[in-house]
């Protein structure tokens, strides 16, 4: 039996090995392509003050359009992230709710569209709706559907969900590909299911003159992506500048993460997964429970964050497992016929993190918590602890015969 | 089913097992966490098993669950390289800090003082506070 977990654990470390490469190599990201056009270049003149940054900052845009125009400015960069909704609305025509699964893996991992300041108030107004804001009501308010460009040249997949494809652990049938309009739709929902919050996307800063000349401030925050920034001021869909560009530089101890699309200091989630791993051996649960939650909060996407906690504690099973099988205090019949249940569950869950919203993540991980939470009362209850402490001796008594025979064999077998 | 262990007999009610450890494996696959929390109390109260054959057993059966979950999550490209590499280090770290200060703390202390936590953690969670 002890060769059968052999296997199992040089089959997970063979696997661990081979995927490396192959992430290593994965996603080269395509620059962008220069969206100017000649008629463009003539009305709409475009400088910034800063060909690089460090770790975010701030450049100022500044240039010069026709007279009288309100001038938006689109700032996207070339890193690109994936961003997943599900639309499970109910539609108004047809009183059914869609099921529809929309992703792509090609949205800019930092995007920002500055307004004219006049619109702040439009701004503000959509903000007060809270988790209900919508991107296609802001755009059509303020008069910039036109120029929401950058997210909208991503390629959408949609798939078909049904409860049997999730129950199977698919996405569910692949629809057809989507018109332009109908993708620049739906990338108005991603941004919003990307970025979440209004203001991290829609800032109302362009300062305009009478003489047609403007201003605006583009601020990078410290977990912003390195490499190149795009930059186009837009008056409208015909009207705007030439593409220019700039570079953010990351340097130790942040470090970019490819699949969150974001940038981290290295020394937050090592110190918190150390201190998280350590209370949790303390209170005997798994140091998950805590981890995740917090990584959450500090703004990773719950998908990233579920998907490479786990195999982190693959390794400490896996010695935990050893450890008791060297002493024969595994009964393989049981805990393979929970496994086999386990490993069905396991097959269907990671499909389900990425059909749920990070509020409904938390909102579910809150109960499970609470739960959680319960249990951990009722095991410093009198009662409990009374039959704990006699479990515990018979445990220690039987892990010490277990060590003894274990030890007599290995003797009586040289 | 019935499972023998250092000579004795114990009878397992898989209606109870299979279902229950079905849905925790669900669960914690999908939130990213072992399992082993849950795991525990379902063997020890649903099937009625003393602690000694569930010390080990249990995480067996987590392991399954961990394996499948992460090749998965890998499968729909929620694994992230760099992040992995920061966190497999620590993880290793607490696994060799927290067993040495176990010993010198009263664990009954250490799970009042977590359940308060945990708690906290589930209303900010929650968006209570």
Same mark, same amino acid.
């Given at each position: 039996?002890?060769?059968?977990?052999?296997?199992?654990?040089?089959?997970?470390?063979?696997?661990?090995?081979?995927?490396?490469?192959?992430i290593?190599?994965?996603?080269?990201?395509?620059?962008?392509? $220069?969206?100017?056009? &000649?008629?463009?270049?003539?009305?709409?003149?475009?400088?910034?003050?800063?060909k690089?940054l460090n770790?975010?900052?701030?450049?100022?845009?500044?240039?010069?359009a026709?007279?009288?125009?309100?001038?938006?400015?689109?700032?996207w960069?070339?890193?690109?992230v994936?961003?997943a909704?599900?639309d499970?609305?109910?539609?108004?025509?047809?009183?059914?709710?869609?099921y529809?699964?929309?992703?792509?893996?090609?949205m800019?991992?930092?995007?920002?569209?500055?307004f004219?300041k006049?619109?702040?108030?439009t701004l503000?107004?959509?903000?007060?709706?809270?988790?209900?804001? &919508?991107?296609?009501?802001?755009?059509?308010?303020?008069?910039?559907?036109?120029?929401f460009?950058?997210?909208?040249?991503?390629?959408?997949?949609?798939?078909?969900?049904?409860?049997?494809?999730?129950?199977i652990?698919?996405r569910?049938?692949?629809?057809?590909?989507?018109d332009? &309009?109908?993708?620049?739709?739906?990338?108005?929902?991603?941004?919003?299911?990307?970025?979440?919050?209004? /203001?991290?996307?829609?800032k109302?800063?362009?300062?305009?003159?009478p003489?047609? #000349?403007?201003?605006?401030?583009i601020?990078?925050?410290?977990?912003?992506p390195?490499?190149?920034?795009?930059?186009?001021?837009k008056?409208?869909?015909?009207?705007?500048?030439?593409?220019?560009?700039?570079?953010?530089?990351i340097?130790f101890?942040?470090?970019?993460?490819?699949?969150?699309?974001? #940038? !981290?200091?290295?020394?937050?989630?090592?110190?918190?997964? @150390?201190?998280?791993? #350590?209370f949790?051996?303390?209170?005997g649960?798994?140091?998950?429970?805590?981890?995740?939650?917090?990584?959450?909060?500090?703004?990773?996407?719950h998908?990233?964050? @579920?998907?490479?906690?786990?195999?982190? !504690?693959?390794?400490?099973?896996?010695?935990?497992?050893?450890?008791?099988?060297?002493?024969?205090?595994?009964?393989?019949?049981?805990?393979i016929?929970?496994?086999?249940?386990?490993l $069905?569950?396991?097959?269907?869950?990671?499909?389900?993190?990425?059909?749920?919203?990070?509020?409904?993540?938390k909102?579910?991980?809150?109960?499970?918590?609470?739960?959680?939470?319960?249990?951990?009362?009722?095991q410093?209850?009198?009662?409990?602890?009374?039959?704990?402490?006699?479990?515990?001796?018979?445990?220690?008594?039987?892990?010490?015969?277990?060590?003894?025979?274990?030890?007599?064999?290995?003797?009586?077998?040289? | 089913?019935?499972?023998?262990?250092?000579?004795q007999?114990?009878?397992?009610?898989?209606?109870?097992?299979?279902?229950?450890?079905f849905?925790?494996?669900?669960a914690? &696959?999908?939130?990213?966490?072992?399992g082993?929390?849950?795991?525990?109390?379902?063997? $020890?109260?649903?099937?009625?098993?003393?602690?000694?054959?569930i010390v080990?057993?249990?995480?067996?059966?987590?392991?399954?669950?961990?394996?499948m979950?992460?090749f998965?999550?890998?499968?729909?490209?929620?694994?992230d390289?760099?992040?992995?590499?920061?966190?497999?280090p620590?993880?290793?770290?607490g696994g060799?800090i927290g /067993?040495?200060?176990?010993k010198?703390?009263?664990?009954?202390?250490?799970?009042? !003082?977590?359940? !308060?936590?945990?708690?906290?953690?589930?209303?900010?969670?929650?968006g209570?506070?």
């Amino acid at each position: 039996m002890n060769k059968k977990f052999l296997v199992i654990l040089f089959a997970s470390i063979l696997y661990l090995l081979t995927i490396t490469p192959s992430i290593t190599m994965g996603q080269p990201s395509q620059p962008q392509e $220069a969206q100017s056009d &000649s008629a463009g270049k003539s009305e709409v003149a475009i400088q910034i003050d800063k060909k690089t940054l460090n770790n975010g900052g701030k450049v100022i845009v500044s240039g010069k359009a026709p007279e009288g125009k309100p001038v938006y400015i689109e700032v996207w960069t070339e890193e690109k992230v994936r961003a997943a909704r599900l639309d499970a609305e109910v539609d108004k025509e047809t009183g059914k709710r869609p099921y529809i699964f929309y992703m792509t893996d090609e949205m800019p991992a930092f995007y920002n569209l500055l307004f004219p300041k006049e619109f702040a108030d439009t701004l503000e107004a959509e903000k007060k709706l809270g988790r209900k804001w &919508s991107v296609s009501a802001l755009l059509r308010n303020t008069g910039a559907t036109a120029v929401f460009e950058a997210p909208a040249q991503a390629k959408i997949d949609r798939y078909q969900t049904t409860l049997w494809a999730s129950i199977i652990g698919s996405r569910g049938e692949l629809l057809p590909p989507m018109d332009k &309009s109908e993708n620049k739709r739906r990338a108005m929902q991603l941004v919003k299911a990307k970025f979440r919050d209004l /203001p991290v996307v829609f800032k109302a800063n362009v300062e305009i003159n009478p003489d047609g #000349t403007f201003k605006a401030p583009i601020e990078l925050p410290s977990n912003a992506p390195p490499g190149k920034y795009y930059v186009v001021a837009k008056v409208d869909k015909d009207t705007k500048s030439e593409t220019v560009f700039f570079e953010n530089n990351i340097t130790f101890p942040s470090v970019y993460l490819d699949n969150a699309g974001r #940038t !981290v200091n290295l020394f937050v989630p090592f110190l918190l997964t @150390a201190a998280v791993t #350590t209370f949790g051996v303390l209170m005997g649960a798994g140091g998950g429970f805590i981890l995740n939650p917090l990584l959450v909060m500090l703004g990773l996407p719950h998908t990233v964050v @579920a998907g490479t906690v786990m195999p982190t !504690v693959l390794f400490s099973q896996g010695t935990g497992i050893y450890n008791y099988s060297r002493i024969k205090f595994i009964s393989w019949k049981l805990g393979i016929t929970l496994g086999l249940a386990m490993l $069905a569950g396991g097959f269907i869950g990671p499909k389900l993190t990425e059909l749920i919203t990070l509020d409904q993540y938390k909102f579910l991980f809150g109960w499970v918590l609470i739960i959680l939470s319960a249990l951990m009362f009722w095991q410093t209850t009198p009662k409990y602890l009374e039959r704990n402490k006699k479990e515990q001796a018979i445990l220690k008594e039987y892990q010490r015969r277990a060590q003894e025979a274990a030890k007599k064999k290995e003797e009586g077998g040289k | 089913m019935k499972v023998e262990f250092w000579g004795q007999e114990f009878k397992v009610n898989l209606f109870i097992g299979i279902p229950g450890a079905f849905l925790i494996a669900i669960a914690s &696959s999908m939130f990213g966490f072992g399992g082993g929390p849950f795991m525990v109390p379902l063997m $020890a109260v649903g099937l009625r098993l003393p602690m000694y054959v569930i010390v080990g057993s249990s995480l067996l059966a987590i392991f399954f669950n961990t394996l499948m979950g992460s090749f998965r999550h890998y499968g729909f490209g929620n694994f992230d390289l760099i992040f992995f590499l920061i966190m497999f280090p620590a993880a290793i770290l607490g696994g060799y800090i927290g /067993p040495k200060i176990a010993k010198r703390l009263n664990p009954v202390i250490v799970k009042r !003082v977590a359940c !308060v936590g945990l708690l906290i953690l589930a209303f900010q969670l929650l968006g209570v506070f």
